[in-house]
């Protein structure tokens, strides 16, 4: 069974850092394409980054460049976000999703980040 | 690049056919089918519906289906079920990053 489980978010000051998790099981994980993609309070979708399978493309909404990274272990079969710089409107619930050809068919229960004095 | 264009709200009786449209430009919706659908019930993960305009992943009913004319692409659900009732959205690849719409509440009367 697929599964993936996000971890890391909580409650952090504007210009703050956190770092996200995933962890995966129950396929390749070094076979797919990763996402985050992240919905705030009460709004629609949005995707945030996304990474190759080996690492060697990574990809960002403008939103967040130059400020989160998106990385991988696929020894760990985990996946990760960097956030630096943390504002409030990066207040979201933060879900880990596998690529499926245009979309993504499995998503983890996501995490929430709140960004908050 | 501007969210894709969906109604706030539809809504239907059971056993009957609703479409949500979804309307971006030529730089997305039209200018690839790589259009795909999410349910999503509250407190609840997005589920993937529709894929590449029209394909159902293996477990999601017929009921469903996927369609696209020009910059406008639709999910129709037919013979309404209550269990249906959800917020969708739809998703466009485009060549910087994919485009969510700004979703559609799917109320059963």
């Known amino acids: 069974e697929v599964q993936l489980v996000e971890s890391g978010g909580g409650l952090v000051q504007p210009g703050g850092s956190l770092r996200l998790s995933c962890a995966a099981s129950?396929?390749?994980?070094?076979?797919?394409?990763m996402s985050w993609v992240r919905q705030a309070p009460g709004k629609g979708l949005e995707w945030v980054a996304n990474?190759?399978?080996?690492?060697?493309?990574?990809y960002y909404v403008d939103s967040v460049k130059g400020r989160f990274t998106i990385s991988r272990d696929n020894a760990k079969n985990s996946l990760y976000l960097q956030m630096n710089s943390l504002r409030a409107e990066d207040t979201a619930v933060y879900y880990c999703?596998?690529?499926?050809?245009?979309?993504?068919?499995?998503w983890g229960q996501g995490t929430l980040v709140t960004v908050s004095s | 690049q501007s969210a894709l264009t969906q109604p706030a709200s539809v809504s239907g009786s059971p056993g009957q056919s609703i479409t949500i449209s979804c309307t971006g430009t030529?730089?997305?919706?039209?200018?690839?089918?790589?259009v795909s659908w999410y349910q999503q019930h509250p407190g609840k993960a997005p589920k993937l519906m529709i894929y590449?305009?029209?394909n159902r992943p293996s477990g999601v009913s017929n009921r469903f289906s996927g369609s696209k004319s020009g910059n406008t692409a639709s999910l129709t659900i037919s013979g309404l079920q209550a269990e249906d009732e959800a917020d969708y959205y739809c998703?466009?690849?485009?060549?910087?990053?994919?485009?969510f719409g700004g979703g559609t509440k799917l109320t059963v009367l």
């Open positions: 990474i190759k399978q080996d690492g060697s493309e990574k």
């Open positions: 999703a596998r690529s499926y050809s245009s979309g993504w068919n499995y």
């Open positions: 998703s466009s690849y485009t060549s910087s990053s994919p485009l």
């Open positions: 030529s730089s997305d919706v039209g200018g690839y089918n790589y």
């Open positions: 590449d305009v029209s």
């Open positions: 129950g396929f390749t994980f070094s076979s797919y394409w």
